[in-house]
């Protein structure tokens, strides 16, 4: 028994050195499986309480064009939910048990999504900063060592990759406006920025699991790598948007070949992950509440399952019959 752990653990540790995928039904290490339910869990908790700041403004939108580019996008952050949730399962977790930890405050989701949305111009200002964080994040997730992760996130990317160019263009928009309009979208900028740094997690000296992740390819590169090349991507942008970035100390360094920019606010960061942030307690609310609310389809569609679960086991649509057997269910739910 415990040579076949010891051969379980080195074939693990060979496929992963490798570059090789971990699938579903591969052993691996307890602690990989929690690694990956932790961040995979927290990931699509973010997707769906993230859906909450910008349907905000979806009644609001200023045009029919604004409103269905909108629309798209809340519902495609649902759908990021659901490939996760389900990669998540992959693991032997249950997708109840996932939501019923984020409603007890038992897991976490991401600190961006406590703050207010206050203008349109935050619609932007989160289709640009937040979803360009959100790429420069995942992009390196879809080579993430779990096959269900990795190939999950290779379809968000390009989806957030369509969000971030979209709000580029809204905020374009603002900024090549009335002056009011140039300002409204500066103050969304100057509000979304430093949360927006604070996304990519606790400097490396602080981050707890990046070490361990990192060795087993779960991440590719630690926090403060991430976050400073989304500020080289972010300054040029800023530029061709006319807008500023609210740091007087960010400053090209030669040497480095990168930006330097100022301190983060780590307390604000602690607070937030504390539940006191603007918004927590809003998110959380509303989430529990769309939750209960719910209730209802999720029981119909189970039941629709069960029931057409039993009209196949009967042997009804063994012969190309189930098509008629669902839709007398769908007629009938
Ligand atoms: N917020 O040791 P590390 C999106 C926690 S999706 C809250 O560095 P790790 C799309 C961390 O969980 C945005 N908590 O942790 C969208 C840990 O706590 P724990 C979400 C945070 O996992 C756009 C502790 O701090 N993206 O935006 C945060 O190695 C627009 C120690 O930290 C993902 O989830 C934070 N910002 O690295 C939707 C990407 N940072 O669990 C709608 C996948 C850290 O021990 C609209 N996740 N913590 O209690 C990751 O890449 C990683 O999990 C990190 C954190 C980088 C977030």
Redesign the pocket.
């Known amino acids: 028994m415990a040579t076949a752990t010891v051969d379980h653990a080195t074939a693990f540790d060979a496929a992963v050195a490798a570059d090789e995928r971990i699938e579903p039904r591969d052993w691996m290490p307890d602690a990989y499986r929690a ?1 990956l339910v ?3 869990a ?6 769906i ?3 909450q ?2 349907a905000n403004w979806i009644t609001r939108a200023p045009s029919l064009r604004r409103k269905a580019i909108l629309i798209a ?2 519902q495609d ?1 649902a759908g ?1 939910g659901l490939y996760l949730y389900s990669a998540a399962e992959t693991l032997g977790t249950s997708r109840d048990e996932l939501l019923d930890k984020l409603h007890t405050g038992r ?7 406590n703050y207010p949305t206050l203008t349109w111009a935050d619609v932007g200002a ?2 640009w900063l ?2 360009g ?2 790429i420069t ?2 992009v390196p ?1 879809c080579r993430c060592s779990y096959g269900p992760y990795a190939r999950a996130m290779v379809r ?1 990317c390009k989806e ?1 990759s369509f ?1 971030q160019r979209q709000g580029y263009e809204s905020l374009l928009a603002l900024s090549r406006g009335t002056p009011a309009q140039h300002a409204m979208a500066q103050d969304a900028v100057d509000r979304w920025w430093w949360p927006s740094l ?5 400097p ?1 000296d ?5 070490a361990q ?1 990192m060795a087993w390819k ?2 590719r590169h630690s ?1 403060d790598d ?1 976050r400073q090349r989304f500020v080289d991507i972010c300054v040029p942008q800023a530029e061709s948007l006319g807008l500023t970035l609210p740091d007087p100390d960010l400053v090209w360094n030669e040497s480095r070949g990168h930006h330097d920019f100022g301190p983060i606010d780590w307390t604000e ?1 602690q607070q ?2 504390k539940g006191n942030g603007p918004c927590n307690e809003q998110r959380i609310t509303q989430r529990r509440t769309a939750h209960d609310e719910g209730a209802w389809v999720r029981e119909a569609a189970a039941a629709h399952a069960a029931k057409h679960r039993s009209s196949t086991s009967n042997g009804s649509d063994s012969s190309g019959s189930g098509s008629g057997s669902t839709s007398q269910g769908e007629e009938s739910a």
Not at 42 to 47: L, Y
Not at 107 to 113: A, G, L, M, N, T
Not at 198 to 202: A, D, E, L, T, Y
Not at 206 to 210: D, E, I, K, L, R
């Open positions: 690694t932790r961040q995979i927290q990931h699509a908790h973010s997707e309480i993230g859906m700041p910008e996008k809340v952050e990021h897991q976490k989701y991401s600190s961006i999504f989160i289709g937040v979803d964080a959100a994040n995942q997730l968000i957030e969000h604070m996304m990519f997690g606790p490396d602080a981050s707890a699991h990046s992740s779960i991440k926090n991430l960061f937030v992950l």
